[in-house]
Antibody, heavy 122, light 110 residues
């Protein structure tokens, strides 16, 4: 059973870079049956897909965030990471990491981390 | 930009049947969007219910089912229970590995 855990600062200043890491346990991140994603949820609002990455480094980003987002993978640590630069208060959200089970077609987010609240404030 | 629509709120009586839908501002939802559905109890992470339009995720009760109804994807709860009171999100798969979430439906069981 895969388990995912987000970690990183809970407070980021405006215009700075938000950085989060997701540690995968219960299985290897080097797995062609999975890729790895980030989703966020502003307080009281809905979910927004941020982007996804395969273990080999193929990335996909939400066009609305592309240009500010970088997702990377570190197979030696069984982790993948999110960086979001030039943050504003509207980037305040709970950030979830999730595994994407590849059954192409029909991939879906099958395991989720518990979420990490990141507030953007001076 | 693709915008996915869901009913903001719905209610159902215990034991009743309710249909949640997932549509597009412009266009129709078909199986080629591989719709999936997630349940989120406030304060918790989402959990998968349905994927690839109508396949139940592991451990999901059979009262949850998915389909395409007309131009929308649908999540049907047959015989709703009190513990089904939650937020529900659909997700559509777009081209080249990208997804878009709907705005969510808050379901009340009363």
């Amino acid at each position: 059973q895969l388990q995912l855990q987000e970690s990183g600062p809970g407070l980021v200043k405006p215009s700075e870079t938000l950085s989060l890491t997701c540690t995968v346990s219960g299985g290897s991140i080097i797995n062609s049956r999975y890729y790895w994603g980030w989703i966020r949820q502003p307080p009281g609002k809905g979910l927004e897909w941020i982007g996804s990455i395969s273990y080999s480094g193929t990335v996909y980003y939400n066009p609305s965030l592309s240009g500010r987002v970088t997702i990377s993978v570190d197979t030696s640590k069984n982790q993948f990471s999110l960086k979001l630069n030039s943050v504003t208060a509207s980037d305040t959200a709970v950030y979830y990491c999730a595994s994407v089970f590849v059954i192409t077609p029909g991939d879906y987010f099958d395991h989720w981390g518990q979420g990490a609240l990141v507030a953007v404030s001076s | 930009q693709t915008v996915v629509t869901q009913e903001p709120t719905l209610s159902v009586s215990p034991g009743g049947t309710v249909t949640l839908t997932c549509g597009l501002i412009s266009g129709s939802v078909s199986t080629t969007f591989y719709p999936s559905w997630y349940q989120q109890i406030p304060g918790q992470a989402p959990r998968p219910l349905i994927y690839n339009t109508n396949t139940r995720s592991s451990g999901v009760p059979t009262r949850f089912s998915g389909s395409i109804l007309g131009k929308k994807a649908a999540l049907i709860i047959t015989g709703a229970q009190a513990e089904d009171e939650s937020d529900y999100y659909c997700v559509l798969y777009l081209e080249s590995g990208t997804w878009v979430f709907g705005g969510g439906t808050r379901l009340t069981v009363l």
